[in-house]
Structure formats: structure tokens, C-alpha cells
């Protein structure tokens, strides 16, 4: 048997509670006993709690995902500039001017070359990551 409650809410409240059940497709009441439910049951906080560290926990695997990236990215940056600054000699000023309208032109083909990589969707890090899976020395597996 249901019993019946008749309680008023703040404007804002009621609005979200409505959003809510709309969005939902659900009655108003059947949110407000699920809400009213779950924050009166005795084991709550340990959901929430729960809750919160999968959240975490998901999180802490997208920031190390993104650390992996960035590192990859800063260490191939480093290389190619250390490569580009001990093999490009230095030019007189006479080709200087060439040498820029040139350097523009290349830097517009990268430009165009990475929005197709990046249009491509696959990144460098995966290469990366299919390489060195390639390349590693296939062996047995430790005993146990």
C-alpha cells in the first residue's frame, strides 16, 4: 500500500525534477522515491563512495594515457630538433630570402599534411606503440 505526501518544492527543484523525469520518460514520483531511497538507505555512502572511485579510477587511466602521449610527443619534438639543428647548416644571406618563401611553402605542405593525418584519425603513439610490437624479439614466456 502507498501512502500519499503532498510536499512543496523551491522553483529551480521542480523545474530539474521535471527536466529530469522528462528526459528519463519516467513519473516525477517514481524520481522522487528512487532519490528518497537511495539517500535513506543505510548503505548510500558506500555507493557513492563506490562510485566516486571507479569515476576516479577511470580518470587516473585517462590522465596516464594522456602523460604516455605527451611524453611521446615532447621526446620525438626533442629528437627531430636536435637532428634539424646539427644537420641544417646555416645559410648566407644572400639565399635568405629564398630560403623563407621556400620554408613557407614546406611549412603550408605540413600544415595540410597533418590536417590529413589528423583527419585519418590514427596517431602517433599507436604507430609508435605497432612498431615496437613489431620489432620486439619474440620469446618464450617466463615459467611460472
Same mark, same amino acid.
Given at each position: ?14 523545474? %530539474? ?6 528526459? %528519463? ?7 522522487? @522515491? ?6 535513506? /538507505? ?24 594522456? @602523460? ?11 629528437? $627531430? ?5 646539427? /644537420? ?16 613557407? @611553402?614546406?611549412?603550408?605542405? $605540413? ?17 609508435? /606503440? ?8 619474440? /620469446?618464450?614466456? @617466463?615459467?611460472?
Amino acid at each position: 500500500m502507498r501512502t500519499k505526501h503532498t510536499f512543496r518544492l523551491p522553483p529551480d527543484l521542480a523545474t %530539474k525534477l521535471a527536466d529530469y523525469a522528462a528526459r %528519463k520518460r519516467v513519473p516525477q514520483a517514481l524520481v522522487v @522515491e528512487a532519490a528518497l531511497a537511495s539517500h535513506l /538507505s543505510p548503505d548510500g555512502a558506500d555507493r557513492l563512495e563506490a562510485a566516486l572511485a571507479r569515476r576516479l579510477d577511470r580518470m587516473v587511466r585517462q590522465m596516464e594515457l594522456i @602523460e604516455r602521449y605527451v611524453t611521446i610527443s615532447n621526446e620525438a619534438l626533442a629528437v $627531430f630538433v636536435r637532428f634539424w639543428l646539427t /644537420s641544417t647548416p646555416a645559410l648566407p644571406d644572400t639565399a635568405l630570402a629564398a630560403a623563407q618563401a621556400k620554408g613557407r @611553402e614546406r611549412y603550408d605542405g $605540413f600544415i595540410e599534411a597533418l590536417r590529413r593525418r589528423l583527419a585519418r584519425g590514427r596517431k602517433l603513439a599507436e604507430e609508435i /606503440s605497432c612498431d615496437i610490437e613489431a620489432t620486439a624479439p619474440q /620469446s618464450d614466456p @617466463e615459467p611460472r
